[in-house]
């Protein structure tokens, strides 16, 4: 009889890159670099065709060997920036891509607990989240907490993740299996990004977790308008969440909730016009609409309402659960094994 001793698997620490979009940051570019611990294995700056050419100013001062600038000769905003940086990670052997800001509102130290999730398996995207705790906030401007939770409302609607929050928060970390599918699709290159980045996850059906973080804010200034990111990011928003709506319960599948979905709408557009009318009817006659035709208006609207509800409850509850990035993988491992035999 054949014995064999096997050693016990030994846990192997995944390969981890970080991408530092480069616009205006010169001042703090630097000092967020010197920040970024050992368990980092790869730092790319990418230039976004900064006017302070922090690019320049990275490689003239920084003699770190993890660090690599790459310049974009046009600006192409935080989103195409971070893209560049996904690809070269991706082409680097990351495991694990962590999206810094270089303006030094995001702490460093916190990456081994940002991508502790993917590392774990547990999940494909994780983000940061300053609406954790209370006390936190305290650094965050006033205007900035009120954008950030309508903001935060309407990536829920167009990303299905209900369960996540502080959705502009640009301190993220992403499986590469993930990213290097996410290379593929059309995602906005703008301060659109973050928000985008989790429809089109929602549309991979990937795991997204928050992870805990301080607000942190200094002496730097926000590139980004609040009240102008409000009225633009709400329109686009909005025709995301009409293509999540449409895919997902009309094209790719077709469930109770999607006839819930059907008839809330059909009976909330009778109930609210017919109503409509005949009270336009009642003022102008000046004769009270009779019993019947109250309850002929009302009970649509109730009845749609009902059903709306229990649409929205289903889409609550329709958060992905199961990490995809296993999956990625395998399915590059097996094209990779056709191409080479």
């Known amino acids: 009889m054949t014995t064999s001793t096997e050693l016990p698997a030994q846990k192997i620490r995944p390969i ?27 730092i790319f700056v990418i230039d976004d065709a900064c ?18 600038v790459v310049l974009h000769e046009r600006n192409r905003g935080v989103g195409g920036a971070t893209l560049t940086g996904y690809a070269k990670a991706v082409t680097a052997g990351a ?15 916190l ?14 995207y994780a983000k940061g989240n300053r609406f954790n705790r209370v006390d936190s906030l305290k650094a965050m401007p006033a205007m900035r907490i009120l954008g950030n939770l309508a903001l935060s409302f309407f990536s829920k609607m167009s990303s299905g993740y209900w369960d996540v929050f502080d959705c502009t928060n ?9 990213a290097n599918q996410i290379l593929t699709y059309k995602v906005s290159e703008t301060y659109f990004f973050e928000s985008d980045m989790l429809y089109h996850l929602g549309q991979m059906r990937a795991v997204v977790v928050d992870v805990p973080m301080a607000a942190r804010y200094g002496s730097e200034k926000s590139n980004l308008s609040i009240t102008w990111a409000l009225f633009e990011f709400a329109a686009k928003h909005g025709v995301n969440a009409l293509k999540r709506i449409l895919f997902g319960y009309f094209i790719r599948d077709f ?3 999607s006839i819930e979905l059907i008839l809330s709408f059909l009976l909330l557009t009778f109930g609210i016009v017919f109503g409509t009318m005949e009270w336009r009817e009642s003022i102008a006659t000046g004769i009270a609409a009779t019993a ?42 097996g094209k990779s094994g056709v191409e080479g035999s």
């Open 16 to 42: 981890v890159a970080v991408v530092i979009p480069s616009f205006r940051v010169r001042d703090q570019v630097l000092d967020v670099i010197a920040a970024i611990g050992p368990d980092v294995d790869h």
């Open 51 to 68: 006017p302070e050419a922090s690019g320049a100013h990275v490689r003239a001062n920084i003699e770190d060997s993890r660090v690599q």
């Open 95 to 109: 495991d694990i891509i962590v999206k810094l800001d270089g303006d030094g509102q995001m702490d460093p130290a």
């Open 111 to 124: 990456i081994p607990g940002l991508i502790a999730p993917i590392a774990a398996g547990e999940a494909d």
């Open 170 to 178: 640009g301190f993220t970390a992403i499986h590469a299996a993930v």
């Open 255 to 257: 469930s109770v909730a």
């Open 292 to 333: 019947g035709t109250v309850v002929l208006a009302a009970l649509p609207i109730i009845l749609g309402s009902q059903l709306l509800i229990a649409f929205l409850n289903f889409d609550l509850r329709n958060v992905p659960r199961s990490p995809i990035h296993g999956r990625l993988n395998a399915s590059v491992r």
